[in-house]
């Protein structure tokens, strides 16, 4: 019998999550099938309610990753802590179908950080306020960061963000991103930052970027290096791609879903395959 699973989120078009899943199972030799499906905002309950014992699991991107909390069955403790999930695990046949939600972000980004040797951080900075910002907060939380920065726009739309830290028994330090000195500071000392704001709200930081040295990922992936990575790299920092993020948290899904180790390097050389030079 073919599996299905899928990428949820809105917009979707530019997902490269199938070409990393589809590498995989065909790695795996499983007869699985993964599409992309653009679902809203408030649409994500009528599309688990056609879910059946055919699915193996759901990856999920912005807006749902917060709407989803609210309506799967049971959510993995570290997940249930943050109240984001970006993965869904069917489990369990008819009758006894359970709904799992899991977040495979805080792998993904501790992982990519890891392949430019960032094992722990004591000055860490997130940009942004968003689902992948508590993401962000929890990964530098694993290594280490108890005073982790938040820079955001809007202090009042942080909440989730101070929450999650908060449950992780860290201390958060807000900064306004119209305060360019404070911003300054913070980047300029920071040994590792993840970005999680979109291309054109981070060009905006790079006009005014500091020299650094520390790393930065930036969890977008189109463009393949945003301004605020040229920046980064002219100023004397270390860049990772959002790419390699999105490598590491789907293959912590696959794993989720299939039960087996992921086949990182077929996934990869798939995801090398469909990438732009940059």
């Not at 699973?5 to 499983?30: D, K, Q, T």
């Amino acid at each position: 019998m073919t599996r299905k699973a899928g990428v949820l989120g809105h917009p979707i078009s530019h997902s490269l999550s199938p070409v990393l899943h589809r590498a995989a199972y065909a790695e795996l030799g499983l007869d699985w099938d993964y599409q992309a499906y653009d679902v809203e905002s408030g649409g994500l309950q009528e599309f688990l309610a056609r879910v059946d014992r055919d699915w193996a699991g759901l990856s999920l991107t912005m807006p749902l990753k917060v709407e989803a909390v609210a309506l799967v069955d049971f959510i993995e403790p570290f997940a249930k802590l943050l109240g984001v999930i970006n993965t869904v695990v069917v489990s369990g046949r008819d009758a006894s179908l359970q709904l799992v939600g899991a977040n495979t972000d805080v792998h993904g980004i501790v992982a990519a950080l890891g392949e430019s040797d960032v094992e722990a951080v004591e000055r860490g900075v997130v940009v942004g306020g968003g689902a992948t910002a508590v993401s962000a907060v929890a990964a530098l939380g694993q290594l280490g960061c108890t005073r982790p920065t938040i820079l955001v726009r809007s202090r009042a739309r942080a909440g989730a963000v101070v929450r999650a830290a908060s449950a992780m028994g860290l201390d958060a330090r807000l900064v306004d991103l119209a305060d360019a000195d404070a911003v300054r500071a913070a980047l300029g000392s920071a040994e590792a930052v993840v970005s999680t704001i979109p291309a054109d709200a981070g060009a905006v930081l790079a006009d005014s970027l500091p020299d650094v040295s520390g790393v930065l990922l930036d969890a977008v992936y189109d463009p393949l290096v945003t301004p605020l990575a040229h920046a980064w790299l002219g100023r004397g920092g270390v860049q990772v791609g959002g790419e390699r993020m999105l490598l590491h948290q789907a293959g912590e899904q696959v794993r989720l879903m299939t039960g087996r180790l992921a086949p990182l390097a077929a996934m990869d050389a798939a995801l090398q395959g469909v990438l732009p030079r940059p």
